[in-house]
Structure formats: C-alpha cells, structure tokens
C-alpha cells in the first residue's frame, strides 16, 4: 500500500484514450512533463473497439508524436469509398476529387497501443485504476488534481488540466453550469457493429442507404471486417445472434456483397448510441477539454477520433508556446480555433447521417428525398468533390 503523496507535473491528463496519450507523447517531444491518470485498466481501453478511419491530419499527428512506424506498415491506404443506394454502387473516387488525398484504416485500438507502448518506452507515468479523480482550482494559476489509487488519496500539483476523459468524463462536469452551453442532438437509433476474422466484402468501405436503414462494411486488415446495422434504440445486444446479423446485412447489401460476403463468428459486438453534441466554450482558465469530453459526432462521417487529435494538436501548439515564448496568445485562442473546425466536421456528420439513414418518424417522401440527394451528389462533380473534400478532412488552417 502506498502513502498519500503530492507531486507536481507541468501537465494533469485526465484520460488515457487517444487524445490523452497523444497529447501526452506530443508534450513529451517538447520536453514537457505531463501525468496521465485513467480511470480503467489498460488492457480495458484496448478492448473498446471503436474508430478505424484516420485523415491525412491525424496521420501526420501520429508521424510527429513518433509513433507512426507500425501504421504507414500495416495500415491500409484508402482513395476512394462506395455509397451503394437503389441497389447501385457509386465509388467517390477521394483521391481524385481532392488533388491527391486519401485516408489510412487503422483502427483507434492500433493507434491508442502504439501511443501506450512509446510512453512506456519512454518511461512517462501513467497512473490506470486512478479513481474518484476530481479537479479544483482551475480558476487560479495553479489548479489541482486528487484522485485515488488503491484506497489512499493522492495530489498532483499543476499548471494546466487537460480533460481528456471523454463523454462521461469529469471535467466537462466539473465546470460550473452557468459558464457552459451545451448544444445535442440524439438519434432515434444506434449502431449495432460486429468485428470478426473474415475477409472484408470489398476493398474500400462501403456506406449503404437501404429501405431496411443504413449499413456500412468496413475493415481493419485484408483478414478483419468490421461492419455495422443501423438498428432501433430498443434492440438489445443479447437479441442479436451473429446469424441474424449476417443475414440482416445480406438484406442491405447488393446481389454482388451478397455473393462476397464472408461471415464467421464474431469476435466483438456491441450497440452504439448516436449523438451530435458540442459544448461551448473549451477552456476554463486552466482547463481545457478535448477530444469526446467536449463534442461527440455520429459515426458516419468518421470524424470523431480525427476531431480529437486536431483538438489536441491545437492544444499541444498552445501549451508549448505558453512555456517556451511566455505567450497566452494560444491558449486563448484555443476554443476559436478547435470549435470553428468542429461545427465544420459536426454539420458534415450530422447531414451524412440523414442521407443515409431510415428516420423513424419520416415516411416515403424523406426517402424520395435521399434518393434525388444522392442521385444529384454522385452524378454530379460538384457534389462528389463536397463529399471528398469533408471526408478526407479539411485543412487545419481551413478558411483562416
Ligand atoms: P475516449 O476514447 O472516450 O477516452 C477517454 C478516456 O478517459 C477515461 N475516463 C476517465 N479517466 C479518469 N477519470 C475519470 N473520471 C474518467 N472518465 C473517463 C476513459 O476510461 C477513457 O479511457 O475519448 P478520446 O480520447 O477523446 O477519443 C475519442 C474517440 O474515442 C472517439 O471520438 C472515436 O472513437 C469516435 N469514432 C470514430 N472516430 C473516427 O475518427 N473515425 C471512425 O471511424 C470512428 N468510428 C467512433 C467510430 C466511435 C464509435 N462509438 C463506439 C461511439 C465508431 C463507433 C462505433
Ligand atoms: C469503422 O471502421 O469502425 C468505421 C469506419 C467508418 C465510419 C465509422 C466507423 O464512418
């Protein structure tokens, strides 16, 4: 058993998901001393399985955090994706439409692996199972973390808080309601996905609006697919067989999926909510959120996890001119900056998500509707181009 302590860091990360491992490892590049207190274990985080599609910016993220050798090796180079609707595929050909852009499928599991084995290589503290982590002071210049290991009460000393800890996490909580806005919206269904060792059904992902709702065929290597059911929110996962799955989604695919498709038994499956949610502002003084504790989009336009590394890119540039040029000047502009980028990458998720999805409460006119969407946005450069351009990720310094 150990005995209370006080330690002081220069940074407090709440949160080992990736946002708080990358910013962990992109301060330790500036020689800047951070510790990292999670709530789980380690091997709990690597099992969640979630994000497979990272943007060329999240791919130079992880390049110059160090960590990108495993991925430009095993990670898949993807041009272009498939929208099938009407029983038809059409290919956005990304690459093209974007002068040379594409996106890489690596999985988040991948991503948040190398991002732990480099901090341990590196012997950075990272402190799992910390529980009861709470956050005072943030006010001031010199903001406090308590949290609990192992039944006895610990104090880090810091100067900022990076709350890193996700949708449920305790920093966006612990921020006085009268100095946030939230903005939400909830769907009426969620995600029902499946991981298993079988070939995927095409090379590229493929993104269907089918009268039985949306599917989507994904990957994470020539042997691993992922694919995903748009289901009801009332639908339980132990209803679920992996045989139901596979036959549901043979029900969305096209003649061609149908006669590809390779099932085998499923090795992760699990229900996903879906939410639009963003809170305004990021910072707290000396608080600042990042990644899902400060906004959560659909699934669908893959954005979530390539939102969280720009958050903490922004906010690595923040903290290292804050202690190497004494300036305030990014640390203030942190929320501007991060919030302009994700209502951009909010509004593509939340439209692409009513393009392909059945809405429970539309009938057959919002379908016709969709249809004459995609038969003007596939048939038309323009519309194509918009699609690519959002998907493959706008620019960091868009619009400035
Ligand atoms: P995480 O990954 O939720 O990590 C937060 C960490 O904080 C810990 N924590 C605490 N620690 C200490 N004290 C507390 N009080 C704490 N409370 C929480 C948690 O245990 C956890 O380890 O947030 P982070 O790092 O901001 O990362 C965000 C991404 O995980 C998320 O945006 C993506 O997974 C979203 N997402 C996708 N994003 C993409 O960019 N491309 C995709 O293809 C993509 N597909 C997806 C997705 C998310 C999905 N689900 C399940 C919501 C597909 C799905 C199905
Ligand atoms: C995934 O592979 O998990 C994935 C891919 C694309 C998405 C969402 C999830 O839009």
């Given amino acids: 058993m150990t005995n209370p ?3 002081r860091t220069q940074v407090a990360i709440i949160g080992a998901g990736p946002s708080g491992l990358l ?4 301060l330790h590049k500036a020689g800047i001393d951070a510790i990292i207190l999670e709530r789980q274990t380690g091997e709990y985080v690597l099992g969640r399985i979630r994000a497979g599609v990272l943007e060329q910016v999240c791919i130079d993220l992880m390049d110059e955090a160090g960590v990108g050798e495993r991925m430009h090796k095993e990670g898949l180079v993807h041009g272009g994706f498939e929208m099938l609707y009407h029983g038809k595929r059409h290919r956005i050909d990304m690459n093209a439409l974007t002068g040379g852009k594409n996106v890489m499928v690596y999985g988040q599991t991948e991503v948040t692996r190398d991002l732990m084995e480099a901090r341990e290589a590196a012997g950075l503290p990272t402190v ?3 529980h009861n982590v709470s956050i005072h002071d943030f006010d001031s ?8 290991k192992d039944g006895v009460e610990h104090t880090i000393e810091c100067d900022f808080i990076a709350g890193c800890d996700g949708f449920h996490g305790v920093c966006r909580a612990s921020v006085p309601r009268n100095a946030i806005t939230e903005y939400e919206k909830v769907y009426p269904f969620g995600w029902l996905g499946l991981l298993s060792d079988t070939p995927p059904v095409s090379d590229e992902l493929i993104y269907v609006n089918s009268p039985r709702g949306f599917a989507l065929c994904s990957q994470r290597s020539k042997t691993r697919s992922r694919y995903y059911l748009q ?3 009332t639908d339980r996962i132990e209803e679920w067989t992996d045989e139901a799955f596979w036959q549901e989604l043979r029900l969305r695919l096209d003649d061609e999926g149908r006669e590809k498709l390779v099932t085998g038994p499923s090795i992760e499956k699990s229900i996903a909510p879906l939410r639009s949610f963003v809170t305004e502002p990021l910072r707290f003084g000396r608080l600042f959120l990042a990644g899902d504790a400060g906004h959560i989009v659909p699934p669908t336009g893959a954005k979530g996890l390539n939102l969280a590394a720009t958050d903490v890119k922004y906010l690595s540039s923040a903290i290292i001119e804050f202690f190497d040029e004494k300036s305030e000047a990014g640390i203030d502009s942190y929320s501007q ?7 951009k990458a909010e509004r593509f998720s939340w439209w692409f998500t009513a393009l392909m999805h059945r809405f429970p409460e539309d009938g057959p006119i919002v379908s016709k509707f969709q249809e004459a969407e995609l ?3 596939l048939n038309s450069e323009a519309g194509s181009r918009s699609i690519a351009e959002n998907y493959v990720g706008l620019p960091l310094n868009f619009g400035e």
């Fill in 5 to 7: 302590s006080t330690t």
């Fill in 23 to 26: 910013l962990g490892q992109l």
């Fill in 128 to 130: 799992y199972e910390a």
């Fill in 141 to 148: 210049t010199r903001p406090r973390v308590k949290y609990e």
């Fill in 231 to 233: 289901v009801p929110l």
């Fill in 337 to 343: 900056r991060c919030l302009r980028r994700i209502w």
């Fill in 375 to 377: 038969d003007y946005l």
